[in-house]
Structure formats: C-alpha cells, structure tokens
C-alpha cells in the first residue's frame, strides 16, 4: 500500500508536490505575476511607434503611386479619347485636378494628404494632347514629411519618372 501511495505522488508532480506528508500546490505567485505583466505593457507600449513609422512609409509609397497611376491615366484618357487633358494644381484647396481641353470638364480630382505639398518647380501646368504627348517638359517637387521627390516630364513621347532626392 505505501509503494501504490508513492507512485501515485510520483504521477501527480504536474499538479501537486507532496513533502513529508503536505501536499503544496503548484502556481505562480503574485510577485510574479505583475512581473511578467510589467514586461509584457513595457514590449507593447513599444510596439505603437514601429507602427507608426510603417505606416508613414506605406502612405508616402501609396501617393507617389496613385500620383503616377493619375498620370497615366490623364495621358491615356487623352489618347483614348483623342482630346487634350490639362493638369492643374490648386494649391489654395491642396488638390490637383485634371481636365479636358476646350470643355473644362473635370475628369479628374485628387486631394492631396495633410503631410504632402507640392511646389510647382518648372511645371505649373501642362497637358496631354491627343497623341499621349506632354506640352511641356520640367519638374515637380512633392514634399512629404521629410523627404522630397522629383517628377520629370520628358520631351518626346510624354514619358514621365518619380525620383528620390
């Protein structure tokens, strides 16, 4: 009967441990507890501003592309429909729009984020015409946050390129 109670206590070392005829059971005290809670709210009180700056990136990335992807939809639409489409930025309103030709039809209208502005550089306003061509060659500066951008309108074919500066 004696070896049965020791390999019983034996099988019950997960739960319970049994010393000289007391049985103590197993846990985690309170001490360690608010430890492991203390580490756990200082790792996710870290955590918010990795996000953040992840987040800025991705927004920074997403207007560049939706700037370039106004573009060639401007360009296309012109070509599509044979007419000229303008660019205008208003700078009053922090948006740039696209038109058609003679109409001033708004086709187009894209209101620009709280952290990007754009400066004008040698291009305050241009067009496609019914080709795909631009009207004139130059730059426009984009500003977001802390870094700046160049978009170059070439000459010739009304092909266009973002840069990093």
Do not use: C, W
């Not at 038109?99 to 754009?118: A, S």
């Not at 291009?123 to 631009?134: A, C, K, Q, R, Y």
């Amino acid at each position: 009967m004696l070896m049965e109670k020791q390999r019983y206590n034996k099988l019950q070392v997960g739960y319970s441990k049994v010393k000289k005829g007391i049985i103590r059971e197993e846990g985690f005290t309170l001490v360690e507890m608010l430890l492991v809670l203390f580490i756990l709210t200082v790792m996710f009180a870290t955590i918010p501003p990795l996000f953040q700056s992840v987040q800025s990136k991705i927004n920074e990335s997403n207007f560049i592309h939706q700037f370039q992807a106004d573009l060639y939809y401007a360009q296309s639409y012109a070509i599509a429909h044979r007419r000229r489409v303008s660019y205008r930025y208003d700078n009053t309103n922090k948006a740039y729009r696209f038109y058609t030709g003679g109409e001033n039809i708004l086709i187009l209208e894209r209101k620009l984020p709280k952290n990007v502005t754009i400066e004008r550089g040698y291009l305050d306003e241009f067009h496609f015409n019914g080709e795909g061509n631009v009207s004139r060659f130059g730059n426009i500066y984009i500003k977001i946050d802390d870094k700046s951008y160049r978009l170059v309108m070439s000459i010739g074919k009304g092909s266009f390129a973002v840069y990093e500066q």
